[in-house]
């Protein structure tokens, strides 16, 4: 056994008498980052309040809309990035506020007040 563990010896790793893994093939469970145990995606769960929803789905339309209109002219190479950058943070706001859920308050563990369930 400890010859299949050296580095390159084997790009299986045996996890049972019955069960192999092969790391060089793509596991659709790894791969869809909130697959459950039985390979089914499951919804981020809702950690931004309605009316913070609503203000980041109006101001990310908003900066998407301005980013566009100011790409469209455009004078220098900085312009061009610093508009780019204020589609791509519209964009993250909107979809963000679409589907309620922040991947950043869900890693620092932010749960605003009237989410938080009593127990």
């Known amino acids: 056994m400890s010859q299949l563990r050296r580095e390159g010896a084997n790009p299986c790793e ?3 008498d019955h069960e192999t893994v092969d790391h060089n093939t793509p596991n659709p469970d790894r791969l ?16 931004i309040t309605p009316i913070e929803r609503f203000g980041r789905v109006v101001l990310g339309v908003a900066a998407v809309v301005a ?21 791509a943070a519209g964009l993250d706001l909107a979809v963000t506020g679409t589907l309620g859920h922040c991947p950043l308050y869900a890693k620092l563990g932010h749960v605003p007040q009237s989410l938080r369930r009593s127990s």
Request: glycine share 10%.
């Open 14 to 16: 045996r996890r049972s």
């Open 32 to 47: 869809a980052g909130n697959a459950g145990a039985h390979g089914r995606w499951h919804w981020p769960s809702v950690n």
């Open 67 to 87: 980013g566009a209109l100011l790409l469209v002219s455009a004078a220098s190479a900085v312009a061009v990035v610093l508009e780019v950058l204020l589609i």
